[in-house]
């Protein structure tokens, strides 16, 4: 296969070149492997690579699954391989390997999905760029390489957006699939709080807020992943409601009915949004009335951000310390002073100050979240707002060289300010890339759904979509 066809083609069409023998796994993943070759040096989006023994287990491929066999990242996120390590873009956690898969890693096998590297995360995945110093450099994005690619999964948006693989392994704790999507012009689905095992090594994420996913440049690839690795998990804490029927079938189909959709265009705080984010709830907003929909005006419900911010920023420091006490004991030597980040070093020392209490104090802080969300669901379907409060931001602008750890949680909340809070609140929430400035930057909106309705979500992109196509959108190269 011509790299430009590989390039022109999502994951189901690939497979269905696949099905039909106009083309084999391993002519894909060495288009893949040649792609990445080229392209992921300039954006820093990849690690742990391993093209050619990858290329020997494509030869042998059995086609399995929606996809049958191609090629598929996934992210340095510490979700459990035997073939990858990971760092969790730690210099602490460098070359971290494990013994078994994790269950989502069997599922993305299954599905006929083939990684042949892990895409770059910044350390801890805990902020909205990708720029760790373990990785010896920021990853780019592929539309302005002077911007943040996004975080935590910016390896996996700059690589689907670049072309090097279609669909790609993420993971969102507080936007962390939907900011690199909303950066790099890719569509993201963060899935309901249950939807997607996390076992069998744990069975929560951040108090609950984390899950995992895949970003992608279709809705159809997303639906057809989704029916592939979501249900549930034996001996799992948490489970989503149960599914209506497969994905890839609703998204053949318009919603029953038009459905109400509240829009907004303000944030908490009265924190400011940017004109480049506000044009393009517009433009969502009339394409979603053109398909018959009610698009209503409103605001967010009433909460205590600043308190939210604080119990996710609590979350966070507790994990560093888990992550930190656990690999010093593993290793058996004290913590070095380049072993961490500033900015890490500064969370860590702040979550060993945290008190048992300060932890339980944010947990019910996530849970008064949910029910103030799911309250003021009860009057609409979906809630159309920006992505981002600000245009991809400019390497360097969350910096982990500089300030404290408080400083950068309270500098992205205030960017990726409609995020972290559908993490608290376990809904499924989904990055739309249909707008872009002049100069090309992508400005996506996001579509936010009732708890257990991916459905609506996959549903309504679908039509958004066919609508205003997105697919053919691509930096040059």
Not at 279 to 306: C, E, F, K, M, N
Request: charged residues 20%.
């Amino acid at each position: 296969m011509q790299h430009e066809e590989y390039e022109s083609l999502d994951g189901l069409a690939l497979a269905q070149r696949l099905a039909s023998g106009e083309t084999t796994s391993e002519a894909l993943m060495r288009c893949a492997v040649e792609l990445a070759r080229s392209r992921a040096p300039a954006l820093n989006a990849l690690c742990y690579e391993q093209y050619e023994a990858t290329i020997e287990l494509a030869k042998a491929w059995r086609s399995r699954g929606a996809f049958g066999g191609i090629p598929f990242l996934l992210k340095d996120s510490g979700l459990p391989s035997r073939r990858f390590p990971s760092s969790l873009g730690s210099r602490l956690l460098n070359d971290t390997t494990y013994d078994i898969d994790s269950t989502l890693t069997r599922r993305f096998d299954e599905a006929g999905l083939i990684p042949f590297a892990r895409s770059t995360v910044p350390e801890f995945c805990m902020v909205a760029t990708t720029e760790a110093v373990r990785n010896g450099g920021p990853t780019r994005n592929p539309w302005d390489l002077t911007r943040s690619a996004g975080g935590s999964s910016g390896g996996a948006a700059a690589a689907v957006a670049a072309r090097i693989v279609p669909i790609a392994h993420g993971s969102d704790g507080g936007g962390s699939i939907r900011i690199p999507a909303a950066c790099c012009g890719v569509y993201g689905l963060k899935a309901s709080r249950g939807r997607v095992p996390m076992g069998p090594l744990r069975g929560e994420g951040w108090g609950g807020m984390a899950t995992d996913g895949v970003l992608s440049l279709t809705v159809r690839d997303t639906a057809a992943a989704m029916d592939a690795i979501s249900g549930y998990e034996a001996g799992a804490p948490y489970a989503a409601p149960p599914k209506a029927g497969p994905y890839l079938e609703a998204i053949a189909r318009a919603p029953a009915r038009p459905l109400r959709i509240a829009v907004w265009r303000s944030a908490w705080n009265d924190i400011p949004v940017a004109a480049e984010p506000l044009q393009a709830v517009d433009h969502t907003a009339d394409l979603l009335r053109a398909l018959g929909h009610t698009v209503i005006d409103s605001a967010p419900p009433a909460i205590d951000y600043d308190g939210f911010v604080n119990a996710h920023a609590r979350i966070l420091a507790s994990n560093i310390v888990l992550y930190v006490d656990a690999r010093v004991a593993l290793t058996g030597r004290s913590l070095q002073a380049d072993d961490l980040e500033p900015v890490m070093r500064s969370g860590y020392e702040f979550g060993r100050g945290l008190m048992a209490t300060d932890y339980v104090a944010s947990i019910n802080r996530l849970h008064a979240i949910s029910r103030a969300m799911e309250a003021y669901m009860e009057d609409f379907d979906l809630v159309l707002a920006p992505a981002l409060t600000e245009l991809p931001l400019k390497l360097g602008e969350l910096s982990m060289q500089r300030g404290t750890f408080m400083d950068l949680r309270k500098r992205v909340s205030r960017y990726a300010t409609f995020m972290a809070v559908f993490n608290a609140s376990g809904q499924p929430a989904a990055s739309l890339p249909l707008y872009a400035t002049p100069e090309g930057v992508p400005v996506a909106t996001q579509l936010i759904g009732r708890f257990g309705r991916e459905d609506l979500i996959l549903q309504v992109s679908a039509q958004l979509e066919s609508a205003d196509p997105w697919r053919d959108r691509k930096p040059a190269f």
